[in-house]
């Protein structure tokens, strides 16, 4: 599975930007879709997951109201629909596709359970 991200830029403090990550090759295989972002310093962390089948959702809990993670399957495409941006969500935003399904949520809050990245969008929010 190859992914592409693509969306991110420079913005203000309130404002929006909407990322999108385009899955191309073996994307049966993928059970899940994923948005991780590694801020400067500090280590990756997970933002949000969809499930290609149901469209079930999860977010961690520093974007959850804010962030909304969406799917389409007919184009094997994510997005990360990002309001309200702060500069502490100034980060690489990356994609990511797991393989396996794991019932509770919590499984994918862990970089392990992720199979396949792309090359990640950089986000900035200035203040």
């Known amino acids: 599975v190859q992914l592409q991200a693509s969306g991110g830029g420079l913005v203000h403090a309130g404002e929006s930007l909407r990322l999108s990550c385009a899955a191309s090759?073996?994307?049966?295989?993928?059970?899940?879709m994923g948005w991780f972002r590694q801020a400067p310093g500090k280590e990756r962390e997970f933002v949000a997951q969809?499930?290609?089948?149901?469209?079930?959702?999860y977010s961690s809990d520093s974007v959850q109201g804010r962030f909304t993670i969406s799917r389409d399957n007919a184009k094997n495409a994510v997005y990360l629909q990002m309001n309200s941006l702060k500069p502490e969500d100034t980060a690489i935003y990356y994609c990511?596709?797991?393989?396996?399904?794991?019932?509770?949520?919590?499984?994918?809050?862990?970089?392990?359970?992720?199979?396949?990245w792309g090359q990640g969008t950089q986000v900035t929010v200035s203040s």
């Open positions: 990511a596709a797991a393989t396996r399904y794991f019932s509770t949520s919590y499984y994918y809050t862990l970089i392990s359970s992720w199979d396949y």
């Open positions: 969809i499930l290609w089948s149901s469209g079930y959702t």
């Open positions: 090759g073996r994307t049966f295989s993928s059970v899940v």
